[in-house]
Every structure is written in structure tokens, then in C-alpha cells.
């Protein structure tokens, strides 16, 4: 299956890319990268690789190491442009995430929105985690005029998350976690029928999931959409959507 993952041309999560590109690519899946002008490798947020504090609350060893095999990648190295992708030709579409301020320029990106709505009425698989989330949230169904998730069960990066990561590095970071005046968790709840349809999951700020063990992960799957809540979630996120692309 040919799977499209578009990124900003800074500022995503590590751990949000390279997990699933690593646990795709091994099911012999090929993930093709898009940046708004392509053609030049895009670069993860450098403080989840060195560590936000004192070498802390950046992103696990295997997922950097995974991120540094994807560097090496000619589809990452040579990315197409958002303009030059035709939707209907990829069988997945994954939306990952991340907070420092690079991502806006792909969180708020009116040109791969268009792109988007045109692969979710496909009615393939479309798999967002954390922050990806508002990409799906903001992008209009032509027919309905709502989001084209306004009918379905999701989750996003929780409040709780948000907040008290903020909370804790705002003397050394500043905004660096609040990507938005708004929470994720507000806007997403938001452009849904329903708030109930937001699943906040089990409360969690330090136990990750991990290639052999799911316990402190959590998805939510509805229909052919899946969703996740932030980084810990990244291995059972790409094994659950590998499912789906059957």
C-alpha cells in the first residue's frame, strides 16, 4: 500500500513520524512524505532529539534512532510538494503531530486541508495523532459545510496533557507547548456533533507505550478513522492502521 504523510517543513514530533514510517515501512508498506514546496528534507523539532529540559521529556532512544534511518530515506530526503499530490492515488493518509511553533505552517495550511478533504471522501484509511487531530477538525466536508469528522468518535491531545506541560516548562520555554491560544482538546470537541464523541482516554503523563508492551496506550477507532492521543500512543497507533490497510 502507498500510505501519504505530509509534514510541515519543521517542528514535527519525532516519535509521531518515525514510528509509524519504521512499523510501516517493516510491514512492506511505502510511505510517501509531502512539505508545502517539497524537495527538501524536512526537519523533526530539535528539542525532542536533545531533550526539552536538562535532557528530559524529549523523545525515546528507538524512536530517534528510528528517526535517524528516516533521514536517510530518499522519500524523506526528496519530498513531494502539498500542490503535486493527487489524493486519490495513496491507499492511507496519516496526520501526525507536534506543538513547537513550525507546525502551524501544516496545522493551518488551507492548501492541504483541500488535499485532505479530497482523500477522507475516498473513504480510505486517514490515521491522526495528537496535534494532526486539528488538521482533520479544520477541514471542511464540501457537502455538509462541517468538519469531515463532525460525526465521528475521536480523540487528540487532552487538556490535561497540554496544560501540564505547559505548566511545567513555561520558566525555561515559554509558549513552546501551546502551539495555540486554544487547547487542542477545546477546538477538536468543537467541531463535532456531539462532545461526548471526544474519548479523553486513561489519564497518563509518563508511561509510554512501546514495541512490546500496549498497557499505557491508547486509540480510538471509528470506522476506517483512527486517532491517538500523543507520542506514547505512536506504536499501537501504526500497528492499529497497518491493520487497517489490511
Known amino acids: 500500500m502507498r500510505v501519504l504523510l505530509p509534514l510541515p517543513d519543521r517542528d514535527f514530533d519525532v516519535t509521531e513520524v518515525a514510528v509509524p514510517w519504521r512499523l510501516l515501512r517493516d510491514a512492506g508498506h ?15 523539532d530539535p528539542l525532542l532529539l536533545s531533550g526539552v529540559l536538562f535532557g528530559q521529556l524529549g523523545a525515546e532512544p528507538e524512536p530517534k534512532e528510528f ?10 530526503r ?30 493551518g495550511s488551507p492548501a492541504l486541508r483541500t488535499k485532505v478533504a479530497r482523500f477522507w471522501a475516498t473513504g480510505r484509511p486517514v490515521g491522526a495523532i495528537c496535534h494532526g487531530v486539528l488538521v482533520l477538525a479544520r477541514t471542511m466536508d464540501p457537502e455538509t ?19 501540564s506541560a505547559y505548566y511545567l516548562t513555561a520558566w525555561r520555554r515559554g509558549r513552546y507547548y501551546r502551539t495555540y491560544p486554544a487547547y487542542v ?3 477538536v470537541t468543537a467541531a463535532l456533533d456531539d462532545p461526548a464523541q ?15 508492551d500496549d ?25 492499529r492502521f497497518a491493520a487497517l490497510l489490511g
Do not use: N
Open 67 to 76: 528517526y535517524r534511518e528516516l533521514t536517510g530515506e530518499a522519500a524523506f
Open 30 to 44: 511505502d510511505v510517501v512524505f509531502a512539505t508545502e514546496h517539497g524537495g527538501l528534507p524536512p526537519q523533526a
Open 198 to 212: 471526544l474519548e479523553r482516554g486513561p489519564i497518563e503523563l509518563r508511561r509510554r507505550g512501546t514495541a512490546a
Open 215 to 239: 498497557t499505557a496506550a491508547f486509540v480510538v477507532q471509528d470506522g476506517r478513522y483512527l486517532s491517538a492521543r500523543w507520542p506514547g500512543d505512536a506504536y499501537l497507533f501504526a500497528r
Open 145 to 163: 459545510g462541517r468538519s469531515v469528522i463532525a460525526g465521528r468518535r475521536t480523540t487528540c491531545l487532552p487538556k490535561y496533557m497540554e496544560r
Open 78 to 107: 526528496t519530498p513531494l510538494a502539498w500542490d503535486a499530490v493527487e489524493p486519490e492515488a495513496y491507499d492511507g493518509l496519516l496526520l501526525p503531530g507536534g506543538h513547537a511553533p513550525g507546525m502551524r505552517q501544516y496545522l
Open 185 to 187: 482538546q477545546d477546538e
